[in-house]
Structures are given as C-alpha cells and as structure tokens.
C-alpha cells in the first residue's frame, strides 16, 4: 500500500492555501519584468516595476528599480529611481541610487543622488551628483513673458 502524501497547507489570513499560493501571495506586490539574453528591442522600454535587462536594446530605459545584466548591451538613455549595472551601456543614466557593479562598461553621463562604483567598472563620462536627477533634461522649459507696459497713442 502507498502511503497517503497530502499537501501541506499553510493559513494566510484565515483561508489556507499551499505553500507555492502562499509564496506568490507574498512577492503579489512586486512586479518583476525580465528581458532575456535572446531579444533585442529596438524602442523605449518603459516599466511601473522592476525591469531586468540581459538582452540587447536599442532606445531608453524608464522604470522604479531596473537592473542591467552582464549579458546585456544598452545604446540609450536608463531613468530609474533604482540602477544596478552590471552590463554594457551607452548613454545616460539617470537615478537616485546608481550602482556600477565590477563587470560593468558604462559611457555616458551619470546624474545620480547617490553613486556606488565597484573596483573593476568601467565609466567613461560625467558623474553629476543633482538634486532631481530623474528630471527629464529635454523638457522644454516655459519662458516666463515679461508683458512690457505699451504706450498709449
């Protein structure tokens, strides 16, 4: 006779529900979008939650927390409140908190809050600590119009 293998349940706020429910219950809220090593994007990547990027794209990056991989290849600009590179990126980046992990290669400008560069990185432009440095810095600024007074004929 076999014996009787039941699945473990565990209680999540009364109702009970498997360990595997119970888990995805748990990380519901956090999003985590993935682009693998096999694509490549030609266009602006734009996420509410975390991207991972190990593939190849070509356009800027927007997101909350956005990793690049060792195995990814960026020719365009990255804004996130959160950047951990690890692979290769041309252009500017943009955050609050910037990580250049050992294995990276960056050429481009860094606007950042707080920097973090491992020995090994590679980075080759500007670092600018700012106090805004996810503002988009191609925004068209409103001229203020000064009316000049006119003269009455």
Known sequence: MLPNFKK????????????????ATSRSDRTISVLGPDLTVNGDLISKGELRVDGEVQGDIRGVRVVIGETARVTGGVVAEDVIILGHVMGSVRGLRVSLQSASHVEGDVYHQALVMEQGAFFEGRSRRVDNPMADPLAPEVPTLIEKPRLSS
């Open 8 to 23: 473990s349940e565990t209680k999540l706020n009364g109702a009970s529900a498997t360990p595997r429910e119970s888990f």
